[in-house]
């Protein structure tokens, strides 16, 4: 109960990409993935994506790390300590 009211406080991309992230990381935490993959399965942006994780990042929800080139793929990282963790202070 308490993560969706935690979760209620995002707005509806926040939550959306959080959502894709934990479902698609790895066992590990991690997801290797273009935004524009993410922002087309989502119907958003590669903007409306970058600017979703950077705010999750800002939350400590993900660890974002950006390609080094605009092709490379972004590394995401996700722990559900992290959503425990904001649960009890949001």
């Known amino acids: ?27 590990d935490g991690m997801l290797i993935y273009p935004l524009k993959d993410i922002g087309r399965s989502l ?5 409306e994506v970058q600017r979703a994780l950077r705010n999750l990042e ?14 490379d793929p972004n590394m995401i990282l996700y722990k559900d300590e992290w959503l425990d963790t904001y649960t009890q202070t949001h």
Request: proline content about 4%; glycine content about 6%; cysteine-free.
């Open 43 to 47: 119907g958003y942006s590669d903007l």
């Open 1 to 27: 109960m308490l993560k969706a009211l935690s979760l209620a406080n995002l707005n509806e991309i926040e939550r959306n990409v959080l959502i894709f992230v934990r479902e698609h990381t790895s066992p």
């Open 58 to 71: 800002g939350l400590k929800l993900v660890d974002y790390r950006e390609g080094e080139n605009p092709e």
